[in-house]
Antibody, heavy 120, light 107 residues
Framework: EVHLEESGGGLVKPGESLRVSCVAS????????MNWVRQAPGKGLEWLAS????????HYADLVKGRFIISRDNDKTLLYLQINDLRVEDTAIYFC?????????????WGQGTLVTVSS | DIQMTQSPSTLSASVGDKVTVTCRAS??????LAWYQQKPGKAPKLLIY???NLESGVPSRFSGTGSGTEFTLTISGLQPDDFATYYC?????????FGQGTKVEIK
């Protein structure tokens, strides 16, 4: 059974950095592209970043380019999102999600998310 | 980025009703359009991919149509479990984007 579990969220101050993680199980991790999506409290979904199966192709939403860094460790089946220079508006639940296999497939499995709260 | 606009934002309906949600893209996305269902406190669940293909395990009362820039999600015979928020998403080009969501609530 596919399982994704995020961790690393918490309360941080504006300007600080944080790394959230996602551990994957139940599938061959290094066969799939992975993504991060966030959801601010009471708001909609916002796609953040994607990383290919081997880590060589990376895409970011314009909104986070230069401040967020997606990476992965295929040996440990871990996905990461480094968030730098945190802002109050980064307060959200951060979800990791698997991009389904094959040519052009959306997000077929999601974790339950980790809450990042940015406040002074 | 491609903007996705859903309508309506909120929809009140009764069990058994047929409901339709519309999603418009600001630019051509071909048929690379997905629909997700999200319930409070839960992660989104993929319902439909490539405009009209049901994800495994999704009931056949859900259907999707459209192409290019205009798409619809239809629920034929609303069930109690269907009251939730629905999001469309384009995945034609990176810089993937979601619609703002449509909340289907009980009338």
């Amino acid at each position: 059974e596919v399982h994704l579990e995020e961790s690393g969220g918490g309360l941080v101050k504006p300007g600080e950095s944080l790394r959230v993680s996602c551990v994957a199980s139940g599938f061959t991790f290094n066969d799939y592209s992975m993504n991060w999506v966030r959801q601010a409290p009471g708001k909609g979904l916002e796609w953040l970043a994607s990383i290919s199966s081997g880590g060589d192709y990376i895409h970011y939403a314009d909104l986070v380019k230069g401040r967020f860094i997606i990476s992965r460790d295929n040996d440990k089946t871990l996905l990461y999102l480094q968030i730098n220079d945190l802002r109050v508006e980064d307060t959200a639940i951060y979800f990791c999600a698997r991009e389904g296999g094959g040519y052009k497939y959306p997000l077929d499995y999601w974790g339950q998310g980790t809450l990042v709260t940015v406040s002074s | 980025d491609i903007q996705m606009t859903q309508s309506p934002s909120t929809l009140s309906a009764s069990v058994g009703d047929k409901v339709t949600v519309t999603c418009r893209a600001s630019h051509f996305v071909d048929h690379w359009l997905a629909w997700y269902q999200q319930k409070p406190g839960k992660a989104p669940k993929l319902l439909i991919y490539k405009t009209s293909n049901l994800e495994s395990g999704v009931p056949s009362r859900f259907s999707g149509t459209g192409s290019g820039t205009e798409f619809t999600l239809t629920i034929s015979g609303l069930q109690p479990d269907d009251f939730a928020t629905y999001y469309c998403q384009q995945y034609n080009v990176y810089g993937w984007t979601f619609g703002q969501g449509t909340k289907v609530e009980i009338k």
